[in-house]
């Protein structure tokens, strides 16, 4: 058996290492985080997008074939897509840029549409962007609260290209790339 190599002679050891598995965060009371003063006060300090700029769009859905569909759709125009997986995360992207529209799920984990449509349309920083709701035909039950919570509109799922364009164009301006 050969002597082991010394520290002169041997290639140089790799000082990588697998990274020990991260535990799963402790469940959190979502809506008690989102009340969180320094989060809320951050999202309020966001300066709206500047309107020289091409329009903003945060697309909120679980699911990630409707947003990547939003993504496919609005590609040809001149404006960002955003996207965000639930209610919750929305205030996160809202903090991080001012959308000029948010297009907004019903059902979805942790903070749903019509509690994320409520909050935004209650807090005065946040109640002049257009939103538009995106139920299902199961949803119907809240079509009037959506309506009483000031959505800017509704597309019914499932839609197409052009229906989502049509409503899109019914508050933003959109122009080709």
């Not at 799920?105 to 449509?117: H, K, S, Y």
């Amino acid at each position: 058996m050969p002597p082991p190599p010394t520290s002169s002679s041997a290639p140089p050891r790799s000082t990588r290492t697998t990274p020990a598995p991260v535990a799963a965060a402790p469940a959190a009371d979502h809506a008690s985080l989102f009340r969180s003063a320094a989060l809320f006060s951050s999202i309020l300090k966001t300066k709206p997008a500047p309107s020289a700029k091409s329009p903003l769009i945060l697309a909120v859905d679980d699911s990630k074939g409707l947003r990547s569909f939003v993504q496919k759709t609005l590609r040809p125009f001149a404006c960002d897509v955003h996207e965000a997986t639930n209610g919750f995360n929305a205030f996160f992207a809202i903090e991080r840029a001012r959308p000029d529209l948010i297009l907004l799920d019903v059902n979805m984990p942790i903070m749903d549409g019509v509690e994320t449509l409520r909050r935004i349309k209650s807090t005065t920083e946040l109640q002049a962007i257009p939103v538009i709701m995106l139920p299902s035909p199961a949803d119907h039950a809240v079509f009037d609260t959506l309506t009483a919570l000031k959505a800017d509109g509704l597309l019914v799922k499932p839609f197409n290209e052009t229906a989502l364009l049509e409503k899109i164009r019914t508050v933003l301006d959109l122009k080709p790339t």
